[in-house]
């Protein structure tokens, strides 16, 4: 039941774009986005809603296939900021209860 | 305004001990979730605490339990320990339960000896 993100590691220089994947073999409610930086708590990006809705601000977005199950976050002109273990978490019905991926690690280089 | 704090921040027991973790959620947040996370993986869902009762248990044994209290705090307690209870603990709050976004502590690092 857990959600399989991909890639499980990118490497980026500043000002590239990546995309990271979250694939549920369940129908999903909602997709939860996180960052984790090293030794921190995760911090909360944005929630998706089944009903393919686009979400984002500035230079991170992200979008939900209702039809794949599938969640898609878009970095877009990366920074070093941006580094870090990112989390999907998915939901499967109106409660609270989220299951979270394995992360994927995202290193910017300058 | 204060975010999820989380006490202790660390914490070593031996095998067989009983610990309690304590959380104190968001002012106004009435919902309190706790996560294990093992390092290298995802955070997994524990129990949900909302108005005092338990919302949601994921898949963890008996020895697991916690409880929320008036003011919304909660407590994790982990009884009989064992050398696999050893983790990160991250507690998150919410405004009400269900799909809202999830604030979490810094959590509190368990090692069993």
């Known amino acids: 039941q857990q959600p399989v993100q991909s890639p499980q590691a990118v490497i980026l220089r500043e000002g590239e774009d990546a995309v990271i994947n979250c694939s549920s073999s369940?129908?999903?409610?909602?997709v939860h986005w996180y960052r984790q930086k090293h030794g921190e708590a995760p911090v909360f990006l944005m929630i998706l809603l089944k009903g393919g809705e686009q979400k984002g601000h500035e230079k991170i977005s992200a979008s939900f296939n209702e039809k794949k199950q599938q969640s898609s976050l878009y970095l877009t002109a990366s920074q070093l900021s941006y580094s870090g273990t990112y989390f999907c978490?998915?939901?499967?019905?109106?409660?609270?209860?989220?299951?979270f991926g394995q992360g994927t690690e995202l290193s910017v280089k300058p | 305004d204060a975010g999820v704090t989380q006490s202790p921040t660390h914490l070593i027991k031996t095998r067989g001990q009983h610990v309690t973790l304590r959380c104190s959620p968001i002012?106004?947040?009435?919902?309190v979730s706790w996560y294990q996370q093992v390092l290298g993986q995802g955070p997994q869902f524990i129990f949900q605490y909302y108005e005092k009762e338990e919302r949601g248990r994921g898949n963890f044994p008996d020895r697991f339990s916690a409880r929320q209290f008036p003011n919304y705090s909660s407590e994790l307690n982990v009884n009989a320990l064992l050398l696999g209870d050893s983790a990160l603990y991250l507690c998150?709050?919410?405004?009400?339960?269900?799909?809202?976004?999830?604030?979490f502590g810094d959590g509190t690092r368990l090692s069993i000896l």
């Open positions: 002012s106004g947040h009435k919902s």
């Open positions: 369940k129908a999903l409610y909602s």
């Open positions: 978490g998915t939901g499967y019905n109106q409660g609270g209860k989220l299951i």
């Open positions: 998150a709050s919410s405004f009400l339960t269900g799909v809202q976004p999830q604030h």
